[in-house]
C-alpha cells in the first residue's frame, strides 16, 4: 500500500511541476505577446486606412510593388516606392539592399511604422523564396480590382 | 515508358503496402507464422517498388523528359547535374515520393536488422510502418501523382528557383526526411506497444538508436537549411522563426525528449507511458510539419484552397494517424504496469525535467507558429508571429533546462544528492559566474542577456568537463585517470560530446548575436570601408557567366589591422534565366574568430555599387556546435552496448 501511495505522489510532483511549467508558457504567451514585435498585424494598404493604424505602430505590410514607383535617393541606398492592394496604395521608404527577388509589379511583405508624414518606414523587406515564387500574404483580397497580369497569376499553384 | 514504370512500381508497392499492412495481424490472430512472414516480404518488396518509382522519376529528370508534368514544371535542361537530381524532391509530388522511399527504407531495415527482436512484436512493428505507407501512397497516387504526363510536350521546363540551385539545399530536404521519416519507426513500434499492451526495457532498447539516427538526420538537416539561410539570403541572418523553419525545429524538440525518455524507460522502467506518448507526438510533429510546408497552407490559407482534394486528404490522413494512434493510446496505456519509483532528486527526475521544458516549449513554437493561421482561417484578420516571441520563450524555457543539464549527469539513478553534485559543480559555477560578470563589466552593463548567455554556455561547457572529472575521479585518484579515461564507455563520451556541442552553439549564438558589425555603404573602385578589424577595400565589378545564369561580381580586399594576408570577397549578384530571377550569393570568409561576410547591391550609377558588409564573430560556433551534437549521437550510437546487447535480446525472445 505504501508503493501506491509513493508512487501517487511521485504523479503528484511531476504534475504539479509540469502544470507549472505550462503556467509559465502560458503567462509568456500573453506577456510576449504585448511586447512590440511579437504579435505584428499583416495588413494591405486599404485596411491601413480602414483600421486608422496609429503612427509610430509597428505592423505587416503586404502587398504588390506599384509599377513605375520604385525611386532611388541621391544616397544610393534609400528606396521609396509605393504598395498597393489595387485599392489603396501606401507610400514605403526603406533604406539598405533590397532583397534580389525585389520587382516592380510583384508581391513584397515589408515591417516597419507610419511616420507623421504617413509613409510607412520599413527596416525589413521581405520578397520571400517559395516554390511558387509568390510572397505569402502580398496577393491582393480584392482582386477583381486588379488589372495586373502578375497579381492574377502570383501565388497560384499552376495546375 | 520509364514513367509508366514508375508509375506502376508505385501501385504496386501500394498494393504490397495493404497487404503488409493487414495480413501479418491475421497471422498474429491465428498464431499462423507463414502469414506473419508476410510482413517482412512485403516490407522488402515496397522498398524495391519504391526504389523503381523513384528511380523512374530521377531517370525522367536526369534526362529531361518534358513530357512528364513533374519534369517539365521543376527542370530545365540546362541545369547543372546535381540540380536536376535535387530537382527530384525539390516540389511536392517528388518530395513526397522521396518521403515514401525513406518510409519503406525504414520498414525494410526493420525487417531486416530486426530479426532479434521478438517474431511477434517484430511483425507488428512493420505492419505499422506499412500501414503509412499505404497512407503516403494513397495520398501520391490520389492527389499528388509524380508521373502525370504531359500532352503535348513542352520543349523546355519551367526550371528550379534558382535559390534552391545550391549544394547545402540540395541535401537538406533529404536530410530532413531522413530525421522527420526515422520517427515514424519510434511511432510504429509506441502503436505496436499500445496494440501488444507491453513496454519493456528492451523495447527502449530498440527505440533509442532509431531515435538516435532519426534525431542526427533531423539536427543535421535543420543546420543545413540554417547554413543555407545564412550565406543564400544574403541579410547574415541564420534563423528566422519561419514556419517552414518551425516545422522541422517542433520534431527536433520532441525528439530530443524522446532520447531521453526512452533513457530512463531503458535504464529503469520508468516514464514507459509517457514515451509512448512522446513517440507517437514526436511523429505527429513530422507529419503535421511536412504537410504544413507542403500543401502550402503556410504560405497563406488561400493556397490552401487551389486543390481542396490534397487539403482534405492531408486532413484526413492527420485525423486518422495522430488521432488514432492517441485513441489506442487512451485505451490501452492505462493497462501498462507502472515502472520504477525514483527520488525528487534523482536522475529520473532531471529527464522529467528535461522532458517537460522541451515539450513545453515544442508546445509554445506549435502557438506562435499555428496562431496566424487560425487566425486567417476564421477570418478574424491576419497577423504575423515575430522573432520577439520565439525569442523570448527559447530564453524562459531553455536557460532552465541548460542550469539543469549541468547537474543532471551527476545525479544517480533513483535516489540522487543535490549537495554532493552541486560541490562537484562548484569550480563550474564559479567559472561561469566569473565570465558573466565580466562580459557584464566589459559591456558596461549594457547588454544583460549577452552575460548571461555567455554565463550559461560557460557553465554548461564547464560543468560537462567537471562530470567527466568526477567520472574519472581526476581529483581523487590521479595516477588512475587516463586509464579511466579511455575506458569511459562510448555512450557517455557521446552525451558529454553532445552536450558541449549544445554550450559550443549557445557560445556562436550569444557572440555573434552580441557582437555583430554590419555596415551598409555605396562605394565605388578604390574606396575603403572598416569592418570589424578590418579594412575593406573596393576593386570594382566584372561580368561572369555560369552554366544557366550570368552575374555581376564585385571584387573586394580585406585586410587585417594588425596586419597579415588580404583577404579576397567575391560576392555576386545573379540574374538566373529559366525562371528570370535574381539571386544574391554572398562572399563568406570563415575563420574561427568570426566571418567575413560581404554582399553586393545594386548600382547606383556613376560607378557607385551599394554593399553590405558584416564582420560576425564566432559564427563558425553555431556549425561546430551542431556538428558536435550530431557526432555526440553518432558515438553513443558506436557504444557497445548497442552492439553486444542485442543477443541479450535474442534471449529474452526465446524466453518470450
Keep these: 500500500m505504501a508503493g501506491l501511495k509513493t508512487r501517487k505522489r511521485q504523479r503528484l510532483v511531476v504534475m504539479i511541476v509540469a502544470v507549472a511549467v505550462l503556467a509559465l508558457a502560458a503567462f509568456l504567451i500573453v506577456f510576449a505577446g504585448r511586447q512590440t514585435g511579437s504579435f505584428n498585424l499583416f495588413l494591405q494598404p486599404s485596411e491601413v486606412f480602414q483600421q486608422k493604424v496609429a503612427v509610430g505602430q509597428r505592423f505587416r505590410l503586404g502587398g504588390l510593388v506599384e509599377t513605375g514607383s520604385v525611386a532611388r535617393k541621391d544616397d544610393g541606398l534609400t528606396y521609396e516606392f509605393r504598395v498597393t492592394d489595387c485599392a489603396a496604395d501606401l507610400p514605403v521608404s526603406y533604406t539598405g539592399i533590397m532583397p534580389s527577388l525585389f520587382r516592380e509589379g510583384q508581391g513584397v511583405v515589408s515591417e516597419g511604422a507610419l511616420n507623421a508624414d504617413g509613409v510607412f518606414v520599413a527596416d525589413t523587406v521581405l520578397a520571400k523564396h517559395d516554390e511558387n515564387y509568390a510572397a505569402p500574404g502580398t496577393l491582393p483580397k480584392n482582386e477583381e480590382a486588379c488589372g495586373h497580369p502578375e497579381a492574377l497569376t502570383a501565388g497560384q499553384d499552376g495546375r | 515508358m520509364i514513367a509508366e514504370l514508375g508509375h506502376f512500381a508505385t501501385i504496386l508497392a501500394l498494393v504490397l503496402a495493404l497487404l ?53 514544371a521543376n527542370s530545365h535542361s540546362a541545369k547543372p547535374m546535381l540540380y536536376k537530381i535535387a530537382g527530384v524532391w525539390g516540389n511536392h509530388e517528388g518530395s513526397l515520393l522521396l518521403w515514401i522511399l525513406m518510409l519503406t527504407l525504414f520498414a525494410a531495415a526493420l525487417s531486416l536488422k530486426g530479426r532479434k527482436l521478438p517474431q511477434r512484436f517484430r511483425t507488428r512493428v512493420i505492419a505499422v510502418q506499412s500501414a503509412l505507407v499505404v497512407g503516403f501512397l494513397l495520398f501520391i497516387l490520389f492527389t499528388s501523382n509524380p508521373f502525370v504526363r504531359l500532352d503535348p510536350a513542352p520543349f523546355e521546363g519551367n526550371g528550379l528557383n534558382p535559390l534552391l540551385q545550391d549544394p547545402g539545399l540540395a541535401f537538406h530536404p533529404p536530410m530532413l526526411y531522413l530525421g522527420y521519416v526515422g520517427l515514424s519507426v519510434a511511432f510504429s513500434f509506441a502503436v505496436a506497444a499500445l496494440i501488444e499492451g507491453e513496454v519493456t526495457p528492451l523495447w527502449a532498447r530498440w527505440v533509442r538508436p532509431w531515435t538516435l539516427v532519426a534525431w542526427m538526420f533531423l539536427t543535421a538537416g535543420i543546420i543545413l537549411g540554417s547554413w543555407w539561410a545564412y550565406y543564400e539570403l544574403g541579410w547574415g541572418g541564420w534563423w528566422f522563426w519561419d514556419p517552414a523553419e518551425n516545422a522541422s525545429f517542433m520534431p527536433w524538440l520532441v525528439a530530443t525528449a524522446l532520447l531521453h525518455s526512452a533513457i530512463v524507460v531503458e535504464k529503469r522502467d520508468a516514464l514507459k507511458s509517457w514515451t509512448i506518448l512522446l513517440s507517437i507526438v514526436a511523429f505527429s510533429f513530422s507529419l503535421l510539419g511536412t504537410f504544413l510546408v507542403r500543401s502550402g497552407v503556410i504560405t497563406s490559407v488561400h493556397a490552401f484552397a487551389n486543390d481542396p482534394a490534397r487539403g482534405v486528404f492531408i486532413l484526413g490522413f492527420l485525423v486518422v494517424v495522430i488521432g488514432g494512434a492517441l485513441t489506442l493510446y487512451a485505451w490501452r496505456a492505462p493497462k501498462l504496469t507502472p515502472g520504477g519509483l525514483f527520488g ?117 561547457l564547464a560543468s560537462v568537463a567537471m562530470e567527466i572529472a568526477e567520472r574519472t575521479q581526476l581529483f581523487k585518484n590521479p595516477a588512475g585517470f587516463l586509464r579511466r579515461l579511455r575506458h569511459l564507455p562510448r555512450a557517455s563520451w557521446g552525451m558529454s560530446l553532445a552536450h558541449s556541442g549544445v554550450a559550443v552553439l549557445l557560445f556562436g549564438i550569444t557572440i555573434s548575436e552580441a557582437w555583430t558589425e554590419e555596415k551598409l555603404v555605396i562605394m565605388q573602385r578604390g574606396d575603403t570601408a572598416e569592418v570589424g578589424d578590418y579594412s575593406v577595400r573596393f576593386d570594382g565589378v566584372a561580368p561572369v557567366t555560369g552554366p544557366n545564369y550570368t552575374a555581376i561580381q564585385g571584387h573586394f580586399y580585406a585586410s587585417p589591422k594588425s596586419g597579415g594576408a588580404d583577404i579576397m570577397l567575391e560576392p555576386q549578384d545573379r540574374l538566373y534565366t529559366d525562371p528570370v530571377m535574381n539571386t544574391t550569393e554572398a562572399a563568406i570568409h570563415s575563420m574561427l574568430s568570426g566571418d567575413l561576410y560581404a554582399v553586393i547591391g545594386e548600382a547606383a550609377g556613376g560607378g557607385r555599387w551599394s554593399v553590405r558588409l558584416y564582420f560576425k564573430p564566432f559564427v563558425v560556433g553555431l556549425w561546430l556546435g551542431a556538428a558536435m551534437m550530431v557526432l555526440g549521437g553518432l558515438l553513443s550510437l558506436s557504444d557497445r552496448r548497442l552492439r553486444v546487447g542485442a543477443p541479450k535480446a535474442k534471449k529474452l525472445s526465446a524466453e518470450a
Design chain 2, 344 to 460: 525528487l532528486v534523482s536522475r529520473e527526475s532531471a529527464l522529467v525535467l528535461n522532458n517537460i521544458l522541451l515539450s513545453t516549449f515544442a508546445g509554445v513554437v506549435l502557438v506562435g507558429t499555428l496562431y496566424p493561421l487560425v487566425l486567417e482561417a476564421t477570418g478574424s484578420g491576419q497577423i504575423s508571429v515575430g522573432a520577439p516571441f520565439f525569442d523570448f520563450g527559447a530564453i524562459v524555457l531553455m536557460s532552465p533546462l541548460i542550469v539543469a543539464l549541468g547537474f543532471g549527469p551527476l545525479l544517480a539513478w533513483k535516489r540522487g544528492r543535490l549537495p554532493r553534485a552541486a560541490t562537484t559543480l562548484l569550480p563550474a559555477l564559479v567559472v561561469a559566474l566569473v565570465v558573466g560578470l565580466f562580459t557584464y563589466w566589459q559591456t558596461a552593463g549594457g547588454v544583460v542577456m549577452t552575460a548571461f548567455g555567455l554565463l550559461l554556455a560557460t557553465w554548461l
Design chain 2, 20 to 72: 503488409g499492412a493487414t495480413v501479418p495481424h491475421v497471422g498474429i490472430a491465428r498464431g499462423d507464422s507463414r502469414l506473419m512472414a508476410v510482413a517482412d516480404n512485403a516490407a522488402i518488396g515496397q522498398f524495391l517498388m519504391a526504389i523503381i518509382a523513384f528511380g523512374a522519376l530521377m531517370y525522367s529528370y536526369i534526362i529531361s523528359d518534358f513530357s512528364v508534368y513533374a519534369v517539365a
